[in-house]
């Protein structure tokens, strides 16, 4: 089965400075990872997604994250965070076929300080 | 193309009370998932639906729960007898019909079940 860990239940950073919010994954083939962000009492928008064509991702608002197979890492960081970042953002992890339900982590809240 | 469509976006129950949650997935999605969110935690899957089949209700509690996705209208997840448990806030998502792996899944606004 597949699963993921969010080492951080909470970042806290100061505007401008970098952010870094890590994920650990665990899958027995090569997984299908994606990053959502929640923003309060809103819905989930996808930031980026893993889709082996290259190992560093690029998503919405400046964000990326690098897949480590050696690490079983999937981080996501962004070089200066801004007051608008300030969310909750959780890891996942897709099953090995197509449409499989997304296994979500229980997310890192990550707060930004002017 | 309007997104994941869920409604009430809020909805009070007094316990022992029905609360029924609807689901319009995005226009050409015909897989539907059904996620619930309880305060300070990620999303727990519940159940996975395509039109008029159950695909994968392994997150479903075994009683009070259930969900149908027909033919025709909405995808309804159906708690019945509420508890004060079941106050979560409650996410639907709907993805096309893709084999790819890393196909994401669309996420509604949620619904807020409140049990009083």
């Given amino acids: 089965a597949q699963s993921v860990t969010q080492l951080d239940s909470h970042v806290s950073v100061s505007e401008g400075t970098p952010v870094l919010l890590r994920c650990n994954y665990s ?17 989930l928008q996808l930031l980026l997604k893993y889709t082996s064509a290259a190992t560093l991702v690029k998503g919405i608002n400046g964000f990326e994250a690098e897949f480590k197979k050696s690490e079983t890492s999937f981080h996501l960081t962004k070089p200066s965070a801004h007051m608008s970042d300030a969310a909750e953002y959780f890891c996942v992890v897709r099953g090995n076929s197509g449409n499989t339900p997304l296994v979500f982590g229980k997310g890192t809240r990550l707060s930004v300080i002017a | 193309n309007a997104g994941v469509m869920q409604n ?63 033919k025709e209208g909405p995808s309804i997840l159906r708690i019945q007898q509420v508890v004060r448990g079941d106050s979560a806030a409650y996410f639907c998502a709907s993805s096309p019909v893709d084999r790819a792996t890393n196909t994401e899944a669309f996420f509604g606004q949620g619904t807020r079940l409140t049990v009083v």
Avoid: T
């Fill in chain 2, 8 to 70: 009430p976006r809020h909805l009070v129950r007094r316990r022992g009370q029905e609360a029924r949650l609807r689901c319009s997935p995005m226009k050409g999605h015909s897989h539907v998932y059904w996620y619930r969110q309880l305060p300070e935690e990620g999303l727990k899957f519940m159940v996975y639906l395509q039109k008029e089949n159950i695909i994968d209700e392994s997150g479903m509690p075994k009683e009070r729960f259930s969900a149908e996705f027909p």
């Fill in chain 1, 27 to 43: 899958s027995s083939y090569s997984p299908s990872l994606f990053w959502y962000v929640q923003h309060p009492n809103k819905g």
